[in-house]
């Protein structure tokens, strides 16, 4: 086969020196094709099935680099778990460059590709276990509607790397339109360095968000859409039951889109202080948190910022928007998902006493919403499948009564209703225990069950009868499995 020609730019690497080192990957010993993505594949006009063929596989993850990129790994800081850990950087990620899509310019990014100037303690590699858990998740929250970095492919080698155990190392190719983070920005601003400052926000401003070039103040103009965007992003996640896990500075998309995949989890049975991290002892990232983490995490990027916007007041103003921005955008996926298409008085009761009720029967976050789908608003004869969930049945069945005269009172018609929220309500989520499953195989170079579960969660609101058992409760060994940063 010919060697593959992409179209690469690199217009990160137009920035000046300072904000990236040039370098090549470290190639992987021996590669094999894991898991390929063919939605992600085609978005970048590749055939998905090109992957199969070694020289493609080796020109993608960077064992053989090809023309026009300009690998670079790029430099940036952060506040990890609410502490100024200073300059971080791509410690195992390489940037290849950009391609051009039908959605615009999309970045190709190797992670695990080898030993950075910004690996600090690091051996520049990512482990296969995290690798597919990256992998898969992109993919199941880009057909979730969630924004997200995507995830092209995962490419493993039998060479070890020491984690807890020794594991082997893999190389997932991420693509967005850009991998800049908060803590891009608050690397300048902690050097003092406004010049450096002010030339990324115009490229971010350039490049991103061209219409915020004609507002009076473009800087607090792109804080206050990114403080939007981030409060979306994280209304979405409570909306799913996504927790992700490290909301550092350094892991926020200026995208506004999930970024850096490690210990994340969905919600199963219930808990508003669930905490997904296993390294978060204090939960500071919690479920119940990350709202206002998303928070806080705008005001890291409001303080950087404020050299280039001037005055504090309008600072001010452009984060104060995220409490509003977050509310109405919760609402609105709440309604959704309860299948409520008017906003009515007492729906906040109705909402509150509904997480009451979740939060002390522990119920499966995913299997209630879709089953809510299938309640009657004429009487409980159709209530089992949603009941069985619930330990104090007299409490749901107050709960689901309440919820039915809410149905009636804007005259719901169950069939629509039910098509509507099996919409928005999944069926198949990305639990921990399926991804381990896939992931244990795969550690024994069977690689169909990550394709399998991809193919699955590419549909996570359709029926899919012969997939019935992904969308079941978790195996009670699922409650012993534990994530944590080391990745
Ligand atoms: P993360 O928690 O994955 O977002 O990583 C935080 C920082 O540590 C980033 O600068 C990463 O690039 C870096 N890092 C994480 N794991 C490694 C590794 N195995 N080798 C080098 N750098 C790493
Ligand atoms: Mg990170």
Known sequence: MAALALPFENSFASLPPAFYTRLMPTPLPSPYLVAASPSAAKLIGLDPAALDDPDTLAAIIGNRVPERSKPLSAVYSGHQFGVWAGQLGDGRAILL??????????????KGAGLTPYSRMGDGRAVLRSSIREFLCSEAM????IPTTRALSVAGSDQG????????????????????????????????????LKTLADYVIERFYPALREEDNPYAALLEEVTRRTAHLVAHWQAVGFMHGVLNTDNMSILG??????????????????????????????YANQPQIGHWNCYALGQALLPLIGEVELAQESLDIYQSAFATKIDDLLHAKLGLREQRDGDRELLDSMFGLLQTNHADFTLFFRRLGGLRSDGPSGDEPLRDLFIDRPAFDAWANTYRERLRAEASVDIERKLAMDQTNPKYILRNYLAQVAIEKAQNKDFSEVARLLQVLERPFDEQPENERYAALPPDWASELEVSCSS
């Open 161 to 196: 790397v020491v984690r807890e155990t020794i594991e082997t190392s893999a190389v997932v190719v991420r693509m967005a339109p850009t991998f800049v983070r908060f803590g891009s920005f608050e690397h300048w601003f902690y050097k003092r360095q406004e010049g450096e």
């Open 97 to 110: 460059g950009d391609l051009p899509t039908a959605q615009g310019p999309v970045e190709l990014q190797l």
């Open 257 to 286: 889109q999930t970024l850096d995949y490690g210990p994340f989890g969905f919600m199963e049975a219930f808990d508003s202080g669930h905490i997904c991290n296993h390294t978060d002892q204090g939960g500071r990232y919690s």
């Open 142 to 145: 880009h057909a979730l509607g």
